[in-house]
């Protein structure tokens, strides 16, 4: 299915090609006895994503010979999918970067640890980079500012994650207003 394509694919059908890789959730018959609705389209949409990257990342183990090769074939097909539209691929590597950032973030937590904070801005600084250059593209200045803010938030939270991890290690000493609190 394209991205512009005027009939998205429905929740039956995703509820199928789950089925059909032995991947459907658990039903739930008092919650839902007629089986799974519209309304559940982007939750099948997020086990389906899941259900391939988790068979991506069995058939291209890094520590395999061919791994370099064995991604590139995926990138291949994810390109034929796609099609050769760049705004697209820039939203569809957008969208993948803010499910990693979320997922590092650990969103139950109340504070992550400094490695996964650094972790987390890398990942942010890569959406407002890929949003900058995509704004300036349009020639949209103000666009371009802010993603431009953003991504030098992100780069200084990376650093401070960075410095914070190597405090916690005894590699760097701990500033006065570290020490202080």
């Not at 991205?3 to 429905?10: A, D, L, N």
């Not at 590139?72 to 099609?83: A, D, K």
């Amino acid at each position: 299915m394209s991205i512009t394509s005027e009939r998205p694919v429905s929740a039956q059908q995703i509820y199928a090609a789950l089925a059909a890789l032995s991947a459907e959730p658990a039903a739930h018959p008092e919650k839902r006895p007629e089986g799974p609705q519209e309304e559940d389209r982007l939750q099948l949409l997020g086990s389906l994503l899941a259900k391939t990257e988790l068979e991506i990342t069995a058939a291209t183990r890094l520590s395999e010979e061919d791994e370099v090769e064995d991604v590139l074939e995926t990138l291949l097909g994810w390109g034929e999918q796609l099609g050769a539209d760049p705004g697209v691929a820039i939203n569809v590597l957008t969208n993948r970067l803010q499910r990693t950032a979320l997922q590092v973030s650990e969103p139950e937590a109340e504070e992550l640890p400094p490695g996964r904070e650094a972790a987390f801005a890398a990942v942010m600084t890569a959406v407002y980079a890929l949003s900058a250059q995509f704004h300036a593209e349009r020639g949209d200045t103000e666009g371009t500012r802010h993603a431009l803010s953003g991504a030098e938030e992100a780069l200084i939270d990376i650093l401070q994650g960075m410095h914070d991890l190597r405090v916690a290690i005894g590699d760097a000493p701990a500033s006065e207003d570290e020490e202080d609190s």
